[in-house]
C-alpha cells in the first residue's frame, strides 16, 4: 500500500512560504536560512521553487530520487526541483498542456545548474528505446557545447552563462523527446577583446590551448603558452576545480554526439584560433603628407598566420585595417583609419566573428536535434537566462542595461501569469475574486521598450541621426525626455531632486528597477548599440576560403552591398524578447528563482543581506503575498479529508459519502470559522496559514492519541494471540502426554494376554501332538503288516509268472523248429538248381553299376585330386588302379589341348622342377611365375638397340643380374643375356657388352640349397674366357636362367650337359684365387634379400633370411 505522505510531513521550518506566519521579509530569510542550513536547498512559494545555491554536490539528485518524485503530487513530498519538473512533465504529457520553466536569479544563483536538472529528469522519467536515447543525448550534450563557447570565468560565477538561452524541447503524444530548438540572446561578445579584472575570456579559448594535442594546435598555428595572446587575461587564466583539457575532451565528445562532422569542428577551431590571432594583431601610425596618421600593421606575422588560417589574400586584409570605404548615395570615398580606429576595427571584427561563430553553432545544433517528425509537438521550454545584474560603483554598461530590460519583462510576465493563474484556479473552483494589490513593473517596461519616447527608440534614434553623436548627447535626449519618469534619475534632469546627489554621477543615469535602482554609465552605449563592423572588413571575410567565412559574414557579399543601417543591437534584442515573451505566454510557466546564498561561492555561508537583496528584487515576499491574497492554502477534499479525518469521530475511520461533505463535517466539528475557509468545487480554499497550523498541531495530538490506541490495541491483540496460543499448546500437549499414557497401558495388557495365550495355545499343542504321535505310531504299524502281507503275496504270484514264462517260451521254440521244418520240405520242392549263382551275378552287376555311376561326379582337372570314397572293401585294388588311371587320362586329354610355345614353357617348367624340386628353397616360389624369358624387352627398348644388334643370334633370356664383386661381395647390375651359343654380360647403363662368354666353356654353374638367387657360372679350365675367372652373379630368376641354360646344354649335339651343383658351398675361380662361398641362414637383415659378405681372402658368406 502506498504510504500517503505531505509537504506538511517533517517539515524544517515551513516548506511553503505561503504557510509563513507571520509573512515579512526578516521570517521570510530566516526560514530560507533556517532550511538552507538543514540542506533544504529548495522551498516553494505555491507552484514556484525557490533553489539555494548550495555551493557543493548534495546527495538529492540520485536515481532513487527521481523514482521518489515520479508521479508523485507536488504537495506531496518534501520540495524539489524534481516535483516542478514531474509535474511540467505530467500535465504536459497528460493534459497536452505546453509548459516553459522560467529560471531566473542573479549570476551564479544556479540557473544553468537547474536547467540541467529538469532536463536530466525529464530525460530519466521519458520514455526509453534507442532512437528516443540518441535524442535525449543530443538534447543533453548540446550543453557542454554552448557552455563552452558561451560561458565564461567571472568574478561572480566560475562557470558564468554570458548568453541568454531559451530550449524548446519537443515531445510527442506519448511524452517521448523528438528534438529541440535553441534560441540564443545576446552574447556578451565584448569579451572577447577586453575581460575586467579577475575574469576570463570565453572558457573554449583556453581548452582549446590547454586540451588540443600537438598536432592540433600546430595546424591551427597556436602555442599552448595562454600569455602569447593579447586577447587572453592571464591573471586569473587558471581557475580552481576547472580543468580546461579535461573539458576541450569533453567539449568534442559532446560535439560528435551532437552530430558535428569532423571537418565542421576543425572549421570552428581553425574560427577560434582566428580569433587568438587577430587579437594579437598590432598597429603602429605612419605620417601621411596631409599631417594625418595613418595605421599600419607591425609585425606581421599574426596577420599572415591569421590569413592563411581563415583563407584571406594578406594585403586585402591589411588594407582593410587602414583603410574604410564610406558609401554615400552613389559616391565611394575611402579615408584612413589612424590607430585607434585600426584597434576599434580589429576589436569589432573579433567580437563579430566570434559572437556569429556562436550563433552558427546554435544553428547547426539546432539542425541536428530537429524534430523529425511533422506531427504536432507538444513543447516544454527551459529559459536560462542572465539574472538582473548589479555592478558596483556605476560601472553597469550597455550589457547591464540590456540583460536587466530582459529580467524586468521576466518579472512582468511571472506577475501576470502568476495572477492570472490565481484568478483562474478561483474561477475553475468557483471562488469569489477578491483584487490582489501589487506593484507592476510594466511602467517601468515602458520606460525601457516604448516605440515613441522608450530609452532604447532614444538610442536608436541617436544611432541614426546624421551630425555628431556621442553618448552625452544622448544622455541629453535622456535627460528632457524622461525626466518626469518616476523611475528614472540623472543629475541633469530637470528634476531639481537630484541636483544635489552626489551618488549619482553627471554621465550617469539611474534606473529603478522591480529588484532595485542601477546607475548606468552612458559611456559607450551608442557604439555597443550601433555595433559596427566596417564593410571593408565584412567584404574581406567574404572572400576568404574558409568553409564557414560566407555564410558568417553574408553581408560582405558585394553583389548585396546595401547602404541601409543594419538594425541595432538594442532594436535585435527588444525585438527577440518581444518574440520570446509572446511565446512564454502561450505556455504554462513554472517558474524556478535562484538564489545565491553568498558571494564567496562556498558552501554553508548564508549572507542574510545578500539574501535579503535578492529577495526584494525577486519580489519573493511581493510573491507570496500575492498569492495567499486570497487564500493561503488549497487542497483538494481527498488529501485534506485523508489528512485530519482522524479530528472527528463523523469521518473517522471511514467517511462514506463524498469527500467535500466529509471536509465540512469534519471543519464544522473541529468548529473553524466559517470565513476562514471557501468551499471550491474540487479544493478546500484555507484563508489563513495559522487555521492550517491550528488543524495540523490538533492532528499531530490526535496522532499522538491515535498512537496510543494503536498501541493499546495491538498489545491487546498481541497478548490475546500470545494466551490463545498458550490454550492451544497445552490442550495439544495434554492430549499427547494422554495418549502416550493409554499407550503404555494398552502395550502391558497387551503383552501379558500374549503371555497367558501363548502359554494356553502351548498346553493345547502338546496335547495335539501327543495324540497325533499315537495315531503316526498306529499308522505305521498297520503299513509295516501291510507291506510283509503284500511282499508275500508278490512273490509269490512272481514265481508262479515266472513258471509260466518258461513254459510259454519252450512252446515257442519247439513250435518254430516243428514251423521251419514243414517250410523247408515245403520250398525244397519249388528251388532251381543254379539259381543261387544268378542272384549273385546280379548283385554283383549292380552294385558295379551303382559304383560306377558314382564315380562320374569327378572333373577334368589334372589338378583335382579329389576321388569318392570306396564303397565296398572288396573293391579296393580297383579303386585305385581306376582313380591312377582316369588321372592319365585327363592328364594326356589335358596336354592335348596345349599349343608348342605352351608345351614348349611347360616342358621349360618340367626341366626346372627336375633340376631343382627339393633341392633349393627358392624353387617353390618360382613355380608359379611364368617364364617370360625377355625381361628387358631388349628388341622394343631403344635403350638396348645397339646391344640387341651385337647379338648375331636370337635372344633366348635377358635380364638384369648383380654381378658380386669378389673384393667387398656387393653386386654391382649388369645386363645378362643369353643366346643359343653364348652368353653376355653387358653394362646395364650404356648397354656396352663387357664379357661375351661361348656356352662350350662353360664347365658347371654353381647354386645354393637356399631361397637366394646367387650362382657361379664356372668357365672351363684352359678355355679362352677362363682368364677372366668365374662370374658369382645373382637374380632374381635364377631358377630360369640356370633351367635356360641347362636346356641349351641339354638340346646343344655338340657339346657336353651342363653340370648344375647344388650346395652350399662351392668354389668360385676368380681370376688365380679360389675362393669358397658359403651360404648361411640369418636373420633378416636386409628386409628380405641375401647379402654377400667378404669374410677373408678365401671366403665369401651369404646370409641368406630363413624363411
Ligand atoms: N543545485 C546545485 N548543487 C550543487 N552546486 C550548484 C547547484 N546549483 C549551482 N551550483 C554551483 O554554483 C555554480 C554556479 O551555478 P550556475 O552556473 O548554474 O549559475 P547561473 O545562475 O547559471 O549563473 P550565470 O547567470 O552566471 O550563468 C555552479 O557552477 C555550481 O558549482
Ligand atoms: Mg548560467
Known amino acids: 500500500m502506498e504510504v500517503k505522505t505531505s509537504l506538511l510531513d517533517n517539515m524544517i521550518g515551513v516548506g511553503d512560504m505561503v504557510l509563513l506566519e507571520p509573512l515579512n521579509e526578516d521570517s521570510f530569510i530566516v526560514n530560507l536560512r533556517n532550511r538552507f542550513d538543514h540542506n533544504e536547498i529548495y522551498t516553494y512559494i505555491g507552484s514556484v521553487v525557490i533553489s539555494m545555491n548550495p555551493y557543493r554536490s548534495l546527495p538529492i539528485y540520485t536515481p532513487q530520487k527521481v523514482e521518489e ?134 572558457h573554449i579559448f583556453y581548452q582549446l590551448l590547454s586540451g588540443a594535442s600537438d598536432d592540433t594546435l600546430m595546424k591551427l598555428k597556436l602555442d599552448r ?77 599574426d596577420l599572415k598566420e591569421m590569413c592563411e588560417l581563415l583563407g584571406i589574400e594578406q594585403s586585402v586584409l591589411e588594407r582593410a585595417f587602414s583603410y574604410r570605404t564610406v558609401e554615400a548615395k552613389m559616391e565611394k570615398m575611402s579615408t584612413t583609419l589612424n590607430v585607434a580606429q585600426a584597434y576599434y576595427a580589429r576589436d569589432a571584427l573579433a567580437k563579430n566573428l566570434y559572437s556569429r561563430l556562436f550563433s552558427w553553432l546554435v544553428t547547426r545544433i539546432n539542425e541536428s536535434i530537429k524534430a523529425q517528425a511533422k506531427t504536432r509537438h507538444k513543447v516544454m521550454g527551459v529559459l536560462d537566462i542572465y539574472g538582473f545584474e548589479i555592478f558596483e560603483e556605476g560601472d553597469n554598461s550597455f550589457e547591464q542595461f540590456i540583460i536587466n530590460y530582459c529580467n524586468e519583462k521576466l518579472q512582468q510576465i511571472f506577475i501576470e501569469l502568476t495572477l492570472r493563474e490565481e484568478q483562474e484556479e478561483y474561477i475553475r473552483e468557483d471562488i469569489e475574486w477578491t483584487n490582489i494589490e501589487y506593484f507592476n513593473n510594466a511602467i517601468i517596461c515602458d520606460l525601457i521598450e516604448n516605440n515613441q519616447n522608450g530609452i532604447l527608440a532614444m538610442l536608436d534614434e541617436e544611432c541614426l541621426r546624421p551630425g555628431t553623436v556621442t553618448d552625452d548627447t544622448f544622455l541629453d535626449k535622456l535627460n528632457t525626455i524622461c525626466a518626469e519618469h518616476q523611475h528614472f534619475e540623472s543629475r541633469l534632469n530637470k528634476n531639481s531632486k537630484f541636483l544635489t546627489d552626489h551618488s549619482l554621477p553627471h554621465s550617469c543615469f539611474r534606473i529603478q ?26 567584404q574581406a571575410m567574404y572572400k576568404a576560403t574558409h568553409s564557414l567565412m560566407r555564410q558568417l559574414f553574408p553581408e560582405g557579399n558585394p553583389a548585396k552591398v ?85 479530528l472527528c469521530k463523523k469521518t473517522w475511520p471511514h467517511w462514506r459519502g463524498p469527500a467535500r461533505d466529509g471536509v465540512e463535517v469534519l471543519l464544522t466539528d473541529c468548529s473553524v470559522p466559517t470565513e476562514e475557509f471557501a468551499y471550491g468545487r474540487s479544493k478546500i480554499f484555507i484563508r489563513n496559514p495559522r487555521t492550517l497550523f491550528t488543524l495540523e498541531e490538533r492532528r499531530r495530538a490526535c496522532l499522538e492519541d491515535l498512537a496510543t490506541l494503536i498501541q493499546k490495541i495491538y498489545r491487546g491483540w498481541k497478548s490475546r494471540t500470545h494466551f490463545l496460543l498458550l490454550k492451544k499448546s497445552q490442550v495439544v500437549v495434554a492430549a499427547w502426554y494422554r495418549r502416550y499414557a493409554q499407550q503404555n497401558k494398552y502395550q502391558k495388557i497387551k503383552s501379558a494376554t500374549l503371555v497367558m495365550q501363548s502359554f494356553v495355545r502351548g498346553w493345547k499343542a502338546r496335547n495335539i501332538l501327543r495324540q497325533l504321535k499315537y495315531e503316526k505310531r498306529c499308522k505305521e504299524a498297520v503299513t509295516t503288516i501291510a507291506a510283509y502281507w503284500h511282499g508275500t503275496q508278490a512273490r509269490r504270484e512272481l514265481r508262479r509268472l515266472k513258471e509260466e514264462a518258461r513254459r510259454k517260451h519252450a512252446v515257442a521254440i519247439i513250435w518254430a523248429y516243428w514251423l521251419g521244418l514243414q517250410v523247408r520240405r515245403e520250398y525244397r520242392k519249388f528251388f532251381r538248381a543254379n539259381a543261387g549263382k544268378k542272384i549273385y551275378d546280379f548283385t554283383i552287376q549292380r552294385i558295379m553299376q551303382k559304383y560306377f555311376l558314382g564315380l562320374k561326379t569327378t572333373t577334368m582337372s589334372p589338378m583335382d585330386n579329389t576321388w569318392p570314397a570306396k564303397p565296398y572293401g572288396f573293391l579296393e585294388g580297383a579303386h ?33 622342377s627336375e633340376i631343382f624340386k627339393d633341392k633349393k628353397a627358392l624353387y617353390p616360389s618360382s613355380v608359379s611365375q611364368p617364364f617370360k624369358g625377355d625381361y628387358l624387352e631388349i628388341q622394343k627398348n631403344p635403350k638396348y638397340q645397339k646391344l640387341n644388334s651385337a647379338m648375331e643370334e636370337k635372344v ?86 640356370i633351367t635356360k641354360l641347362h636346356r641349351i646344354g641339354t638340346t646343344a649335339a655338340d657339346r657336353d650337359q651342363i653340370n648344375i651343383d647344388i650346395s652350399d ?14 651360404f648361411i641362414q640369418g636373420g633378416p637383415k636386409n628386409g628380405n634379400s641375401a647379402a654377400c659378405k667378404r669374410k677373408n681372402n678365401r671366403l665369401l658368406e651369404v646370409s641368406v633370411p630363413s624363411p
Open 880 to 912: 585305385t588302379q581306376l582313380r591312377r588311371i582316369f588321372h592319365l587320362w585327363r592328364c594326356k586329354k589335358y596336354r592335348g589341348q596345349f599349343t608348342e610355345e605352351k608345351k614348349a614353357v611347360y616342358e621349360e617348367k618340367l626341366e626346372a
Open 562 to 646: 546595401n547602404l541601409k543601417r543594419p538594425p541595432t543591437a538594442g532594436f535585435q534584442f527588444k525585438a527577440s524578447v518581444g518574440v520570446l515573451m509572446k511565446n512564454l505566454q502561450t505556455k504554462n510557466p513554472n517558474y524556478i528563482r535562484c538564489i545565491k546564498p553568498n558571494d564567496k561561492k562556498v558552501a554553508h555561508i548564508f549572507t542574510d543581506s545578500l539574501v535579503c537583496h535578492q529577495v526584494r528584487y525577486l519580489g519573493l515576499v511581493e510573491n507570496v503575498r500575492v498569492r495567499r491574497a486570497g487564500y493561503a492554502f488549497r487542497q483538494p477534499y481527498e488529501s485534506c479529508l485523508e489528512r485530519y479525518k482522524m
Open 225 to 301: 603558452d595562454f600569455s602569447k595572446y593579447n586577447y587572453l587575461s592571464l591573471d586569473s587564466a587558471n581557475v580552481n576545480g576547472l580543468d580546461d583539457a579535461a573539458s576541450f575532451r569533453t567539449v568534442r565528445n559532446a560535439m560528435q554526439i551532437v552530430g558535428f562532422m569532423e571537418a565542421e569542428v576543425q572549421s570552428v577551431l581553425e574560427l577560434v584560433a582566428a580569433v587568438l590571432k587577430l587579437g594579437n594583431i598590432e598597429f603602429k601610425p605612419e605620417s601621411r603628407v596631409n599631417g594625418f596618421d595613418e595605421s599600419r600593421v607591425k609585425d606581421k606575422n
Open 956 to 1041: 633366348l633370356l635377358a635380364d638384369l643380374v648383380n654381378k658380386i664383386n669378389r673384393a667387398n661381395g656387393k653386386g654391382s647390375p649388369r645386363l645378362f643375356l643369353l643366346t643359343k651359343s653364348n652368353f653376355v654380360l653387358a653394362d646395364q647403363k650404356t648397354g656396352q657388352v663387357k664379357a661375351s662368354v661361348p656356352l662350350p666353356d662353360l664347365a658347371s654353374v654353381s647354386v645354393s640349397t637356399q631361397s637366394d638367387g646367387f650362382f657361379a657360372l664356372k668357365l672351363k679350365e684352359g678355355s679362352a674366357s677362363a682368364s677372366k675367372g668365374d662370374f658369382l652373379l645373382s637374380s632374381e630368376h635364377l631358377i630360369e636362367i
Open 69 to 202: 518524485y515520479r508521479n508523485r503530487n507536488f504537495y506531496e513530498l518534501s520540495p524539489h526541483i524534481y516535483a516542478l519538473a514531474d509535474e511540467a512533465y505530467r500535465s504536459l504529457r497528460d493534459q497536452d498542456k505546453d509548459q516553459c520553466i522560467l529560471i531566473t536569479g542573479e549570476s551564479g544563483a544556479g540557473k544553468t545548474e537547474a536547467s540541467k536538472l529538469v532536463m536530466s529528469y525529464v530525460a530519466a522519467v521519458c520514455g526509453k528505446g534507442q532512437e528516443v536515447n540518441k535524442v535525449k543525448e543530443q538534447l543533453l550534450q548540446s550543453n557542454p557545447v554552448l557552455e563552452a563557447f558561451g560561458n565564461a570565468k567571472t568574478m561572480r560565477n566560475d562557470n558564468s552563462s554570458r548568453f541568454g538561452k531559451y530550449m524548446d524541447i519537443e515531445f510527442d503524444f506519448k511524452g517521448d523527446p523528438l528534438g529541440g530548438v535553441i534560441s540564443n540572446y545576446l552574447l556578451e561578445k565584448s569579451r572577447v577583446c577586453k575581460q575586467p579584472r579577475g575574469e576570463r575570456n570565453f
Open 513 to 538: 528597477h522591480y529588484a532595485g535602482k542601477v546607475l548606468y554609465r552612458v559611456e559607450g552605449f551608442v557604439d555597443k548599440n550601433n555595433d559596427l563592423l566596417y564593410r571593408d572588413l565584412s
Open 1065 to 1078: 658351398e662351392f668354389l668360385v675361380q676368380f681370376k688365380q684365387d679360389k675362393v669358397c662361398v658359403k
